[in-house]
């Protein structure tokens, strides 16, 4: 079975991905610029529609994580909120969806920006919780001795988010140049 899977993953890698063309570049790189743009111009840095969806796979994965014990619990919203997107960039990976990759890249590493958001609130907890109860990150950094460097963290989590949003847009810029010739 291994070996099937692994050959299947061989076929897929060999073919080639998609080409970004000039229309699909400027389709992926408006909602990207307009995602960048709230983020930066936003205080509360709050994308609507995206954020919320993020917030539903978030708070799936408090109980979908938690029957595998406590502190996986607090973790599994956040990692639910990581999964999805990268389940995504799978999927695309799997279909030779350029466009659709990077795009999913993008998303990912927005997360980075909401997670840090929210390890950044540990200590003073001013954030609105969904449906009251503990805050995750908290509860986490308490466990493991690092509630006093929340913001330290939530700094380099952040500045990767805005990173790596950053290099999938390049990315998908590099692979419409590399279309074209």
């Not at 995504?88 to 030779?96: D, H, I, N, T």
């Not at 958001?117 to 540990?122: G, I, L, V």
Request: aromatic share 10%; hydrophobic share 50%.
């Amino acid at each position: 079975m291994f070996e099937d899977v692994t050959a299947r993953l061989r076929e897929i890698q060999e073919e080639p991905l998609a080409p970004v063309t000039l229309g699909r570049l400027i389709g992926a790189l408006v909602p990207i610029a307009v995602v960048l743009l709230v983020e930066l111009l936003s205080e509360e840095g709050w994308v609507p529609i995206l954020d919320s969806l993020n917030l539903v796979f978030h708070e799936s994965g408090h109980p979908l994580f938690g029957i595998f014990g406590y502190t996986i619990g607090f973790l599994g919203g956040t990692l639910m909120q990581l999964l999805v997107p990268l389940l995504v960039l799978g999927a695309s990976w799997g279909k030779r969806q350029t466009t659709a990759m990077g795009l999913a890249g993008v998303w990912f590493f927005q997360n980075f920006l909401n997670i840090a958001r929210y390890m950044a609130d540990a200590r003073t907890q001013e954030l609105p919780l969904v449906g009251g109860g503990e805050h995750d990150w908290a509860t986490l950094f308490g466990q493991w001795g690092l509630l006093a460097q929340d913001t330290s963290i939530a700094r380099a989590v952040k500045a990767t988010g805005w990173l790596g949003m950053l290099a999938c847009s390049g990315w998908l810029i590099w692979r419409s140049l590399r279309s074209r010739d």
